[in-house]
């Protein structure tokens, strides 16, 4: 498989470890002519290009996940209709609605979460080999869950989730766990990886947390991209961190970002369905160590960020909690 990273050079005038792409929003909240908003969307290197799962709120505010396929990573075809699920390891494709996609790719196929409803927000798991056909498999916990994110590998001979408990509204608190399956239908051997930052040590940080894109190895360790909350006077406001996380147990944190790496500032992140929202789903690495960070933009529109893998791990480093 050949793919070149979508990239953007480092303004001139910038220091940012992470900086904004300068075309963002790269995905308009009315890009079908269904949708309210995309946005919190998740892709992936797919043939000679990129495929993905996004997702998209219709008019009526109903929330679900559509496919959507792009030769570069920025100019990007969505089905106009949501993925329709066909059964796989279960019969249950109960679904009140989903939202919040990520995938990622664990040998031969592609394997998508979402904030699955059933009777309250949990994590469902799909998979697919050509993101034509898609095959629901068992929700992985019970309500109330968030933020399922998977592994690319196994780890010790298991399948590995990242995911955050919750409540059934908005939720004014979050830990990030990891859970263990051998099956991808069964998951125990649950345990805390992060807690919310002390508001005195990293205030950004301090209401809740929650894994982002699919962590990425490196000879270091996993990088986990996550958001982290703040609760103001103005309401939540999410910005975007970086830890990492031993290689064959990441429940133990290496380092954490005091520091948030990328929060609202933008027009189009500060105003929006939800105002000051950034939300990082996913991100494409290269053996260059470039990344791109696709992420949403005030629950609205979805956009691209640009980094290094090395000065994030640094940056880690410098200024760890």
């Known amino acids: 498989m050949h793919f070149e990273t979508p990239w953007e050079e480092r303004p001139a005038n910038s220091t940012e470890v992470l900086w904004r792409y300068s075309k963002n929003p790269i995905i308009h909240r009315h890009a079908i002519p269904s949708s309210n908003s995309i946005f919190n969307s998740a892709v992936v290197p797919y043939t000679d290009g990129f495929a993905g799962v996004f997702r998209c709120d219709n008019r009526s505010v109903q929330m679900n996940i559509h496919a959507g396929f792009s030769k570069d990573g920025l100019q990007w075809q969505i089905d106009h209709d949501p993925i329709q699920m066909l059964a796989g390891n279960t019969e249950l494709l109960h679904s009140d609605y989903k939202y919040d996609p990520r995938v990622t790719k664990i040998e031969d196929r592609y394997w998508i979460t979402w ?16 993101f034509r056909q898609f095959y629901q498999c068992e929700n992985a916990f019970l309500p109330f869950n968030r933020n399922g994110v998977l592994f690319p590998r196994k780890i010790n001979g298991m399948y590995a989730m990242l995911s955050r408990p919750s409540d059934n509204g908005h939720t004014p608190f979050g830990d990030i766990y990891i859970s263990y399956s051998p099956d991808m239908m069964f998951w125990g051997k649950h345990r805390m990886v992060m807690q919310p930052a002390p508001f005195v040590e990293s205030g950004w940080q301090s209401t809740k947390i929650g894994a982002g894109p699919t ?12 958001h982290g909350v703040i609760h103001t006077c103005n309401g939540f406001r ?15 944190v290496l380092y954490r970002s005091r520091r948030y790496l990328m929060t609202p500032e933008v027009p189009y992140e500060t105003t929006g369905d939800v105002p000051n929202v950034v939300f ?8 260059d160590g470039k990344i791109a960070i696709y992420y949403g933009a005030a629950d609205t529109v979805t956009c691209l ?7 994030i791990i640094q940056f880690l480093k410098e200024d760890t909690l």
């Open 238 to 252: 999410y910005a975007v961190g970086a830890a990492l996380l031993e290689m064959e147990r990441p429940e133990n």
């Open 280 to 287: 990082p789903c996913a991100a494409i690495h290269d053996d």
């Open 215 to 226: 962590p990425i190895p490196t000879d270091e360790g996993w990088l986990m991209i996550y």
């Open 305 to 311: 960020a640009f980094g290094y893998i090395s000065e």
């Open 115 to 130: 904030c699955n409803g059933y009777y309250g927000p949990t994590i469902g798991i799909a998979y697919t080999e050509d």
